[in-house]
Nanobody, 120 residues
Framework: VQLQASGGGLVQAGGTLTLSCAASGSIGSITAMGWYRQTPGKQRELVATITGILMTNYANPVKGRFTISRDIAKNTVHLQMNSLLPEDTAVYYC???????????????WGQGTQVTVSS
């Protein structure tokens, strides 16, 4: 099982980027999925999460600008980021609580990270 993130890049302040993350492998089921971000010297922080019944939660700095969505059938999660600010610059990681098809237990998985850089 692995999570593969994509969609990062360089964008000017005020611009838009959409990140995507796909879970692949022998997947039994996925509960929550989400996005976190990290800048050098700082702890990884929550950006947004979405549950299996599509309830969402956002960190205060991104509320009203970012939208998390999910395609349960395709095991994907997306993060549309609007009105980007230079302080949104970070490596963004996708995350999932996932049970593989050969297990009874849920484990927490991380994607490899994708760089988002917002220029002023």
């Amino acid at each position: 099982v692995q999570l593969q993130a994509s969609g990062g890049g360089l964008v000017q302040a005020g611009g838009t980027l959409t990140l995507s993350c796909a879970a692949s492998g022998s997947i039994g089921s996925i509960t929550a999925m989400g996005w976190y971000r990290q800048t050098p010297g700082k702890q990884r922080e929550l950006v947004a999460t979405i549950t299996g019944i599509l309830m969402t939660n956002y960190a205060n700095p991104v509320k009203g600008r970012f939208t998390i969505s999910r395609d349960i059938a395709k095991n994907t999660v997306h993060l549309q980021m609007n009105s980007l600010l230079p302080e949104d610059t970070a490596v963004y990681y996708c995350n999932a609580d996932l049970r593989s098809s050969d297990s009874d237990y849920y484990l927490n998985y991380w994607g490899q990270g994708t760089q988002v850089t917002v220029s002023s």
